[in-house]
């Protein structure tokens, strides 16, 4: 088991190292376009290059910052709503068709209208990423809430429990394991929402580091960003399984 | 023994799904305290339906219930499923009725986690339990209450035959020291004929009392005991008779 184990982080390693160096010598035979498609030992300068003029924490600060607050922010929210909606199951009926139609609604089309209403500041930013994740967490949580055990709904009647208490004990626990198992997509889809919003609009921030480089052609920058993005995305992913499994552990 | 616990009277239950299918046809019986009393019936004749009625979580369609006491806080009714909450650990699963009911039970719950072999897993978690392990903690929960009436709806039926004799017995010494009415659902009649003082039979769908049984065994002999005897077999001649058992 561990031999395999060991297998596959060393075919992983070694499937990105073959990368890497096919990607070097690709470029500097000229056998694709360098200044389109960069290099890995240019990429690996740039970030150099934008840690040295202190650079590089600044963006990478700004970004997670950001994510880290959208991603609370949207838990808490979508938890208080979904409880709300629990409570008042016509309102939820009412609104169904509108949460997903919005839900549907590519979210980089309300992005002015955000930026209107909200500023050209990191509030747009952290509304954007929210309008990606809220909605789909509002359902995803409010269908766990409807889908508990019909047992343990049934052994509750049994005590005459009040309407608060099943809500305590039943409801919002029977929720933890859809809401833990829920956690790593939500991360990656507010870093998503994270960086449209600092496409739109941002002094700082991976987003705001590809756009500019874009912007002035630089597509080494470019690439630095989306590697920079890849990296941190992978770690936020690892946190998000650390704190998934030691939930697991005491919620399931 | 002679003071009612609950008199049910006229009892009728009607489900209406597209037509109205009759389930329970006119119930009518007096349970007294401490009675320890088992509902036979074929597969789906309304055996639990007529529980859950007793439980308040299903309503009659026409007739009643009296209890002869505060029904809200003295039912401890037990299901098939053990429905245990995943994330509480045994000793809170155990203790949650009596948490519910504002009961400082932990003394005596703590005893019947010792006496039913639980005291050692009280920190472990209803997936790592084996399904009797499981059903005795249940059991355990629903008696933490010290409730005036027990419903049991085939509380037994996922233990092997060995585990179900012995916490059967247990159960029927528990209800008898404690002076607890219980009302047992059962498919299995020798089950029913070791552990009631009355059985009721149900008849098949649409549900009436078929017969009612006062079992007339010595008050000293155990459950286990009560299959050695001769009664025993007579019993469950009459009742395999009431049920069709012998046909064909």
Redesign the interface.
Do not use: S
């Given at each position: 088991m561990k031999t395999k184990k060991l297998l596959i982080h060393f075919l992983r390693f070694f499937i990105i190292i073959i990368f890497l160096i096919s990607w070097e010598l690709l470029s500097k035979y000229h056998i694709i376009n360098s200044f389109i498609f960069s290099s890995p030992s240019k990429i690996l300068d740039c970030i150099r290059k934008l840690y040295t003029n202190n650079n590089l924490f600044i963006h990478i600060n700004v970004t997670l910052h950001e994510t880290i607050i959208s991603f609370i922010l949207s838990i808490i929210i979508s938890f208080i709503i979904s409880i709300f909606l629990y409570h008042f199951k016509t309102i939820f009926k009412v609104i169904e068709p509108l949460l997903t139609m919005l839900n549907s609604t590519p979210k980089i089309a309300i992005g002015p209208i955000i930026i209107i209403l909200f500023g050209a500041n990191q509030n747009s930013i952290i509304i954007t990423a929210l309008s990606i994740t809220l909605i789909l967490n509002i359902l995803t949580i409010y269908n766990s809430f409807l889908n508990t055990?019909i047992?343990?709904e049934?052994?509750l009647?049994?005590?005459?429990?009040t309407k608060f208490?099943k809500l305590k004990?039943?409801v919002i626990?029977s929720s933890?394991k859809t809401l833990i198992s829920s956690l790593k997509i939500n991360i990656s889809m507010t870093l998503i929402g994270v960086i449209m919003g600092e496409f739109l609009v941002s002094k700082a921030g991976i987003g705001y580091l590809i756009i500019y480089g874009t912007q002035v052609f630089n597509l080494t920058l470019v690439m630095s960003g989306i590697v920079i993005l890849m990296t941190l995305s992978y770690i936020l992913y690892l946190v998000i399984n650390i704190i998934e499994n030691k939930l697991k552990k005491?919620?399931? | 023994m002679n003071d009612k616990l609950l008199s049910i009277k006229n009892l009728n239950k009607t489900f209406n799904v597209n037509e109205p299918i009759n389930v329970l046809i006119n119930i009518n019986i007096d349970i007294f305290k401490g009675e320890f009393i088992s509902i036979v019936g074929t597969s789906g004749c309304g055996k639990s339906t007529l529980l859950n009625i007793i439980?308040?979580?299903d309503k009659e369609s026409s007739g009643y219930i009296n209890y002869f006491f505060d029904n809200?806080?003295s039912?401890?009714?037990m299901?098939q499923?053990a429905?245990l909450?995943?994330?509480l650990n045994v000793e809170k699963n155990a203790l949650?009725?009596a948490k519910?009911?504002n009961i400082n039970n932990n003394n005596y719950i703590d005893n019947l986690l010792k006496k039913y072999g639980l005291y050692e897993f009280k920190y472990k978690y209803p997936s790592e339990l084996s399904g009797g392990m499981k059903q005795r903690l249940s059991l355990i929960r629903t008696l933490g209450l010290k409730p005036k009436l027990l419903l049991l709806d085939e509380p037994f039926s996922q233990l092997d035959y060995q585990s179900r004799i012995s916490i059967s017995s247990d159960v029927y010494k528990l209800a008898k020291e404690n002076n607890i009415t219980t009302i047992l659902v059962t498919h299995d009649i020798s089950e029913a004929i070791s552990l009631s003082d009355r059985i009721i039979v149900l008849s098949k769908r649409p549900a009436h009392i078929k017969n009612i049984y006062s079992l007339q065994f010595d008050k000293n002999l155990l459950p286990i005991e009560r299959r050695k005897e001769k009664l025993f077999l007579s019993y469950y001649e009459l009742i395999g008779k009431d049920l069709d058992m012998f046909e064909n």
């Open positions: 055990n047992y343990l049934n052994y009647k049994t005590l005459n429990v208490q004990y039943l626990p933890y005491y919620l399931t | 439980a308040n979580l809200t806080d039912i401890g009714y299901m499923e429905a909450f995943p994330w949650f009725a519910m009911k």
